[in-house]
């Protein structure tokens, strides 16, 4: 299985950076963006994003908003929330939305890294079984 694609979005830019940093040294290729909506502007444009990092609290589309979007645009795209600002009613509504997972800020780098290899492991297996009942269904149009 080849390295996950991370798109990165936080609206905190020395976050950004940092975390940029820490992940490229894991072989991740990674997209960044700053806000909400430039995240969905991303993955229009770049559709084998396997994993979405993705800060809860951003001024303009907050990451539940943005959590909703992607979901429902990309449907097998992980997405792992990330906040300071963790709230367990917020934990809970990004899990019940779809998110893969929920992690504090500051993330330990290794756990950030388990997880995201975890969702990538998920999004490939969803893709396979996509493909596997695709396959089926042309099989038996043809027999």
Known sequence: MSLAKI????????FVDAMVKRLSK???????????QEALDAL???DDVDVVILDV???GMDGIETLKKIKSKHPLVEVIMLTAHATVESAIE???????DYLMKPAEIDELVDKVKK???IKSYKERIIAEAQARDIYHQRA
């Open 26 to 36: 894991r072989d991740f290729e990674l997209l960044t963006a700053n806000s909400g």
């Open 7 to 14: 798109l990165l979005v936080d609206d905190e830019a020395a």
């Open 119 to 121: 969702a990538q492991e």
């Open 57 to 59: 609290k951003m001024p």
């Open 94 to 100: 990004g899990m019940k939305l779809g998110a893969f």
């Open 44 to 46: 229009k444009r770049d």
